[in-house]
């Protein structure tokens, strides 16, 4: 069963290798460098870094950004290469929404290549819906999950 837990000090060396993955690379090419990533999420109020686990194995990483209103969260999600395959996309998400930082929130969007067959069949799993299934400009389906009514839990 998949847990999420905060983002601490020393989890960036399993998350830098995880960005030695040339799929990873590719997807989040906007974290890297790494290191200033991490320093700047830390700094950030309106953004939730959690670090997935498997008992102790660590499995993934979930970016929650909430929106200045606090109705709306956009989400991103790593699976560690190793991990791929065994439905911890799937789990990872599961999880954020039983988690409390969700609480409150209207919706979950994100954004997805329009070739990352694997995250939106995960997303797609646990109820997000494309808002377009034609690519945005960037390559990218959006996906919207509502959660309640804003302001509810």
Known sequence: M?????????????????FNDKETAKRLEAYVPLRKWLKYMKAVRNRH???ACDGDRYVGMVDLELEDNHTTGYIA???GPEMRGNGYGTQMVRA?????SVKGLASLQA???HDNAAC????REVGFKAVDETPD????????????EPGKA
Not at 2 to 18: K, P, Q
Not at 137 to 148: A, E, H, R, V
Request: a negative charge.
């Open 2 to 18: 998949v847990t999420l837990r905060d983002l601490r000090e020393g989890d960036d060396a399993v998350i830098g290798e995880w």
């Open 49 to 51: 870094m959690f670090i």
């Open 77 to 79: 999600i790593v699976v």
């Open 96 to 100: 954020l929404l039983d988690h409390s």
């Open 111 to 113: 954004g997805v290549e």
């Open 120 to 123: 939106l069949a995960s997303l």
């Open 137 to 148: 400009k960037d390559g990218f389906i959006n996906l919207s999950l509502p959660i309640s």
